[in-house]
């Protein structure tokens, strides 16, 4: 039986339209959005009153892990990216994978009840604590990860990523142990069996490839993850898209950038271009230290940048150069990184945010197509992301000859303190979403026509949380 729902207003791609009914069919994709037939609003509608209803949004850069450092990095000591990372270590190191699927479910619930209904897990947690791999899928961190997003209900693209090394003519850290595989065969192989478990159990799972990063892997890594990535091309054991998603941070630290030319006699993404990735589709990662020719690679179609503003404010990273990235056609998404913060909204308003703080003007970005800056940057949180994880999510409107998309939309409270007022002018409503919405004014969240959150509660929310709260004790030396 399908079902039917509608709001005060749905965002219909074009802009905020009323008297609409979304229909859901069974498979939980989208039937249908439009006006209710002649005869009336369908028998059973439910009717989602006082709220704007919009697809939902796309984490498409996450490590879900690094919730359980939020607050506890922010003391004199790790001043910087690199000193950042030995506490970030640490509790890579010390959770043990139950626990890592504690912390992720509490990540994925944040992200849920703040309107993102898909995420790309950026994984590179492979092994035991003791760096050994695991015996069973109880001892494996990705499958813990997978469990989580299984039980919050969100949807994941697990981007099971690489890591070889601790730097160019650098030997392994042993504070990285659980991320290092011997070989590309073994990550591949791995990748491969994970796949096998969960393509079968959950529509919501799908896979693809991450080289760690430059630093992280060799040029003969990358081009074995290129070359698996073109063969694997929309092969259904791993995604339901039509190319292999593969994605990697690249220009996030200009230290990064000296190794590169000093390896590879390239910037990182000329590097990577270079190794393999000419010439497939591929998501960039940060992409903030970057010069004029590499801002050409990435403008090419099917590469996506992942900007992780919030998380690059935290770190001191820098902010990309989004409106020269605008100006040369650059497609951009946008991921919550290291969870200081997960609040899609921010996410989107910092990107333009940043550029007022350096031109001391305002509404500056507008990419081509976009009436406002708030179009968008709502598309970089939703389509965008879909684009870049190879997902049929982030729009509500069946397109003729794409793959129908899935039910997956949040509500917003009109009578919320930080959008009431907003429906008074449905034309600056998605302005008013984009540059004022708290995560506290969403209401009720879907996957795949499955109710996860209702009124602003996530089903397994207080469990999760109590879990959560005893990890984090155990983890701070308090038993
Ligand atoms: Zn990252």
């Known amino acids: 039986m399908a079902c039917h729902v509608t709001a005060d207003f749905i965002f219909t791609g074009a802009g905020f339209e009323s008297g609409q009914v979304l229909s859901i069919g069974d498979d939980g994709r989208v039937l249908a959005l439009g006006s209710p037939p002649p005869g009336g609003a369908p028998a059973g509608i439910l009717r989602l009153a006082g709220r704007v209803l919009l697809p939902g949004m796309v984490n498409a850069h996450s490590h879900a892990f690094q919730r359980a ?19 970030m270590y640490d509790a890579a190191l010390r959770l043990t994978a139950p626990e890592i699927e504690v912390v992720s479910r509490l990540a994925f619930i944040e992200m849920l009840k703040a309107g993102v209904t ?20 109880t001892e494996d961190p990705d499958d813990a990860v997978l469990r989580a997003a299984e039980a919050a209900g969100i949807r994941i693209t697990l981007l ?19 991320f290092v595989e011997r070989s590309p065969e073994i990550f591949l192989a791995r990748l491969e069996r994970l796949a096998a478990r969960w393509r079968s159990r959950s529509p919501r799972v799908t896979f693809g490839v991450a080289p760690h990063s430059v630093r992280a892997v060799d040029g003969a890594w990358i081009e074995t993850l290129a070359d698996f990535a073109r063969r694997h091309a929309g092969d259904r054991a791993l995604t339901d898209a039509s190319f292999l998603p593969l ?16 390896e590879h006699g390239a910037p990182p993404i000329l590097a990577l271009e270079r190794a393999g990735l000419a010439g497939l589709p591929y998501t960039a990662v940060h992409a903030i230290h970057v010069n004029d020719e590499e801002i050409a690679a990435l403008s090419r179609p099917g590469v996506t940048v992942a900007a992780c503003p919030v998380t690059e404010r935290n770190l001191g990273d820098g902010a990309a150069p989004i409106p020269r990235f605008l100006a040369a056609g650059v497609r951009l998404c946008l991921g919550s990184d290291s969870q200081a913060e ?26 081509p197509g976009a009436r406002t800056p708030a179009e968008g940057l709502f598309a970089c949180a939703t389509v965008h992301g879909a684009g870049a994880l190879g997902l049929a999510a982030g729009t509500l409107v069946p397109v003729p000859g ?25 034309d600056t409503l998605l302005d008013a979403v984009v540059f004022g919405a708290s995560p506290a004014a969403v209401r009720d969240v879907c996957v795949a026509g499955d109710f996860v959150v209702r ?25």
Not at 118 to 137: K, T
Not at 471 to 479: A, E, I, K, Q
């Open 402 to 426: 794409a793959a129908t998309p899935w039910a997956d939309f949040y509500t917003v409270d009109l009578s919320h303190p930080t959008i009431a007022g907003a429906d008074a002018d449905p």
């Open 247 to 262: 994605h990697v941070h690249a220009g996030e630290q200009p230290r990064e950038v000296r190794e590169a030319v000093d």
């Open 342 to 367: 997960i609040n899609q909204f921010e996410e989107m308003r910092t990107l333009e945010y940043n550029e007022r703080l350096k031109q001391g003007r305002r509404i500056l970005l507008l990419p």
């Open 160 to 178: 099971r990523a690489a890591y070889a090394r601790a730097g160019f003519a650098r030997s392994t850290d042993p504070m990285q142990r659980r």
């Open 118 to 137: 898909s995420v790309g897990e950026f994984h590179y947690l492979h092994n035991r604590p003791d760096g050994a791999p695991p015996n069973d899928e």
């Open 69 to 87: 450092i939020r607050g506890r990095v922010e003391r004199p000591g790790p001043d910087d990216f690199w000193s950042w990372r030995t506490p």
């Open 455 to 479: 009124d602003g509660h996530h089903r397994i929310e207080d469990e999760t949380v109590r879990e959560f709260r005893l990890v984090m004790r155990r983890l701070c030396g308090r038993p």
